[in-house]
């Protein structure tokens, strides 16, 4: 692990303390382009409880309860839906579009090495690109159909609450209770969605209508609520996520599986990154005119160019650590380029699910 504290990361974050808090979403007016910053996301500790969203150019933070939504509804000309990998959430389709029907609860349908190869479907492809024909390509629900008839019902493991249970130290615990099963359909509702669901026993359901909102990549809803939540900011005030996460792992075949401390762009909204290691560039000395535009091009259709490349997984006798021969070069919605590296992934105790990250800008 790295030392800490380092002297200037000391400094830095007792300058940046006057001028923006991490508790609480920072405020900074519009016009002003940060030219760089130390920050400290609230990724909540070693129960890694939020997904904490960062905005490079103002510094701003949001950190929202990664078990608050459950499915995010697509604001673009398409009609998909997806679901919540930062709890393990996974769906299968099922052959009624009857939610009257009583369903049953199938092991299977969940996220894990062995349990889930990505061809099942069952949860959506993490690249986060939403197209696809299924069998792991796109969203795991189908494009939502203009006919209703072809819009089938839904079996829906609901994945885990955030786990309260304290690890030890460097060590992190994101699973708590199971919070069980439901069955779900979605129609379409003139260029907005209606939602269907109900308790897999039930023969009648609650069905709720979600609004498409252009200002942002996807609306959340939360079946526990029964309401629409707020989660990402707009899609142009975010550049990265830190959240736990469910991507695909190779093991003989590729499965679904469940990572911490996970990292990825604002794909959607227009954020692009790519990785330069140090052996090419030190961080101190890469300018712009080192940028190499066409690196980008996978960023374009793919969340995860950070993803968990920034960190070591550790083992059996080694807890995991800041990978120092890397860092990210990363272009903004608004065309501002940064490069971004990590300084730390536990506090001085110790503790993961706290990050440090420092960026500069490029001029």
């Not at 405020?27 to 070693?46: H, R």
């Not at 997806?82 to 769906?91: L, S």
């Not at 990265?240 to 990572?259: D, M, Q």
């Not at 919605?333 to 800008?361: C, E, H, S, W």
């Amino acid at each position: 692990m790295m030392n800490k504290p380092f002297l200037f990361l000391s400094i830095a974050l007792l300058t940046l303390a006057s001028c923006s808090n991490d508790d609480e979403t920072a405020t900074v007016a519009e016009t002003s382009t940060s030219t760089g910053a130390i920050k400290q996301p609230l990724v909540g500790g070693p129960n890694q409880p939020n997904q904490a969203f960062l905005d490079l150019s103002t510094e701003t933070t949001t950190a929202v309860n990664r078990a608050t939504w459950d499915f995010g509804f697509s604001s673009g000309t398409d009609f998909r839906v997806t679901i919540n990998g930062a709890i393990k959430m996974a769906v299968k389709q099922l052959a009624t579009t009857d939610m009257s029907l009583v369903q049953t609860s199938d092991a299977n349908v969940a996220v894990g090495a062995g349990t889930n190869p990505s061809s099942n479907g069952y949860c959506d492809n993490p690249t986060g690109v939403l197209e696809g024909a299924g069998g792991g390509i796109g969203t795991a629900i189908a494009e939502v159909s203009a006919t209703d008839s072809e819009n089938k019902v839904y079996l829906v493991n609901l994945g885990y609450a955030v786990s309260t249970t304290s690890p030890s130290a460097g060590s992190v615990s994101i699973d708590g209770e199971a919070r069980g099963w439901k069955k779900v359909r979605f129609l379409r509702n003139g260029n907005g969605y209606k939602i269907q669901y109900a308790d897999l026993e039930s023969v009648t359901f609650t069905e709720k209508t979600v609004t498409k909102d252009p200002d942002f990549n996807l609306t959340f809803f939360s079946m526990t609520s029964g309401t629409t939540v707020a989660v990402e900011p707009q899609k142009t005030k975010w550049d990265v996520c830190f959240t736990t996460f469910t991507n695909y792992v190779n093991f003989g075949t590729e499965v679904t599986y469940g990572y911490s401390d996970f990292i990825t762009t604002n794909m959607k909204g227009g954020t692009k990154a790519y990785q330069v290691l140090t052996s090419e560039f030190t961080y101190d000395i890469f300018t712009k005119t080192n940028i190499v535009e066409a690196n980008f091009t996978t960023s374009v259709t793919d969340q995860r160019i950070i993803g968990s490349n920034w960190r070591n997984g550790g083992g059996p006798s080694t807890l995991p650590s800041v990978k120092t021969d890397r860092f990210y070069v990363i272009k903004d919605v608004n065309g501002n380029y940064y490069k971004v590296k990590f300084l730390a992934m536990t506090n001085d105790a110790g503790v993961r699910g706290n990050p440090t990250i420092q960026y500069a800008i490029l001029n």
